[in-house]
């Protein structure tokens, strides 16, 4: 019997929980009053699109830099 998390329909669920979470909290913001600092963070949803923008960009410099300092298997072979 399967992890109730590897399930497909678990995570077809999960998905749509996610998204219906990411759109209350978008749509919370039409009523939330903001006070920009740079102007471009007054935009709808700045904290959703920019926070999924710093992840990718992480994840980015993540894989760049373990290519960079990747070892070859035989490293601590002597």
């Known amino acids: 019997m399967d992890h109730w998390l590897v399930r497909a329909t678990t995570i077809r669920r999960l998905w749509v929980a996610f998204a219906l979470v990411l759109a209350v909290v978008v749509l919370a913001d039409l009523f ?17 699109w920019f926070g999924f923008a710093a992840c990718v960009a992480l994840i ?19």
């Open 60 to 78: 980015v410099f993540a894989k760049g830099l373990g290519a960079l300092l990747k070892r070859r298997d035989t490293y601590y072979d002597g």
């Open 32 to 48: 939330i009053a903001h006070h920009p600092h740079f102007g471009l963070d007054g935009t709808l949803g700045f904290g959703a």
